[in-house]
């Protein structure tokens, strides 16, 4: 088996965490036990690009469980948890190519070798997969039944991809089941990213300005848990029903320039390009902090950053590497630009991950069912699947709800019925 990982030795922490966030997807495992009965993946070849941490290990477990040939590869070159790749090869001969901290030319390799498995399916965290097939392996594209994608970038993407024609395979947009985004997006990303922030600065959030600019699902999540720890939170938007709904759930919403002179930590969730620019680091106060969340490293304009600065940014702590500007002012970039939760905590709690990836799976299986009778297009995930996911969710956490009475289901249809 090819692979690529940093250290084999890892390998029996890796278990121990993999096995750690499995007791916390009891959907996931639900799906990994009828997937080991009923073989629905059997023989096909499936090639995924995602974050590589004990979670999506759990996700690789439950697709080889269904009878895939799997191979993993990164979707961020800073998001790789080395001991969980170390203990997929080893304890569960799963061929990875990720190590935590490759450069781009590696991360592209790395993908490179996920193609030449010659995937039937596959699975995306950002469509870089999908994207360089269609770029450098048009050959490889022709056997593709279908691609699942992850990400709210992802999709963007796609639907890009396929408004320009050039989309040559389905799609099918996970990140927008509503068992995703609701759940993983908004408590997964929000937790997470105040997680990551945390284990990189040690800062006290109480009391402090943060800045969130996106007010999506990961900006809601992440700056209504920054309330809840005390931080006086302001929301930057482009949208003006977003910008509405963040000033009604009780932020204060103002342009990034008004912002930037106020904010002690800024944090980009968007999916959008230079975010924070020039124009902002020259308003910012001595010590701003400034991290992203959003899909690739791009929100934060770090070229620019580097040129306002008198002298070569130095780390001044794991994940924060310090600008000085030529007035004496220190501004903190944490991980580089990249999504601040994978690249300085562990990603999103295998809780919220659990419905992500027992979605993802079982889109897997749908795809594969529906072979040849999918259109080059960006599907929806069947409701059924997010039906039964949210279903399952909330029996694995002894929450029961109410069933409509027959009565009730008439009324509900009927348009006769007044008061
Ligand atoms: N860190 C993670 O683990 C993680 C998890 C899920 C999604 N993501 C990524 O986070 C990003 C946001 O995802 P989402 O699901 O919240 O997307 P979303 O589309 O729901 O929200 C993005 C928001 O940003 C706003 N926006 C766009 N440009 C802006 C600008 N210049 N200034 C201010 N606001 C702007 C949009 O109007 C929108 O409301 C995407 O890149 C997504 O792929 C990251």
Not at 36 to 51: D, F, I, V
Not at 275 to 281: D, S, T
Request: net charge negative.
């Amino acid at each position: 088996m090819n692979y690529d990982i940093k250290r084999a030795d890892l390998a029996p922490e890796g278990k121990k965490r993999i096995e750690w966030s499995d007791h916390d997807m009891p959907v996931l495992r639900l799906v990994r036990e009828r997937f080991e009965k009923e073989k629905p993946l059997a023989g096909k070849r499936l090639s995924a690009c995602l974050h590589i941490t004990a979670e999506t290990a759990n996700l690789a477990r439950t697709l080889q469980a269904g009878g895939a040939d799997i191979v993993l590869c990164a979707s961020n070159p800073l998001s790789t948890q080395d001991d969980v790749a170390a203990s997929l090869v080893n304890d569960y001969g799963i061929a990875v190519f990720a190590i935590k901290g490759e450069d781009t030319e590696t991360y592209y390799q790395h993908i490179k070798a996920a193609i030449e498995h010659s995937p039937q399916v596959t699975m995306d965290d950002g469509a870089d997969l999908v994207s360089n097939i269609h770029s450098d392996f048009p050959e490889i594209g022709k056997h593709v039944l279908g691609s699942m994608e992850e990400t709210t970038t992802g999709v963007i993407r796609l639907r890009a991809m396929e408004r320009d024609g050039a989309l040559k395979f389905p799609v099918i947009a996970v990140n927008d089941a509503l068992t995703k985004n609701l759940f993983d997006n908004r408590y997964g990303t929000g937790q997470s990213t105040v997680d990551g922030i945390i284990r990189a600065t040690d800062i006290l959030l109480a009391g402090k300005n943060v800045v969130v600019a996106g007010y999506g699902w990961c900006g809601r999540g992440f700056a209504t848990r920054c309330k809840g720890m005390g931080s006086n939170v302001i929301i930057t938007e482009v949208n003006s029903i977003r910008a509405l709904e963040a000033a009604m759930d009780g932020f204060r919403v103002m342009k990034m320039e008004e912002a930037a002179p106020i904010g002690d930590l800024f944090c980009t969730m968007t999916g959008d390009i230079r975010v924070l620019r020039a124009e902002h680091f020259n308003l910012m106060k001595d010590g701003a902090i400034v991290a992203n969340s959003g899909h690739f490293n791009v929100e934060i304009d770090i070229p620019a950053l580097e040129e306002m600065a008198t002298e070569c940014r130095r780390q001044v702590r794991n994940f924060v590497d310090q600008f000085i500007l030529k007035d004496g002012r220190r501004i903190n970039l944490l991980a580089e630009g990249r999504l601040i939760n994978l690249a300085a905590a562990e990603g999103h709690p295998a809780s919220v991950m659990d419905m992500s990836f027992a979605t993802q799976a079982l889109a897997t299986e749908w795809v594969i069912k529906q072979a040849g009778k999918l259109k080059a297009k960006v599907y929806n995930v069947p409701t059924e699947i997010e039906d039964w996911v949210s279903r399952l969710k909330l029996e694995s956490m002894n929450i029961h709800i109410d069933e409509l009475t027959e009565e009730q289901k008439e009324y509900l249809s009927s348009w006769q019925m007044g008061t």
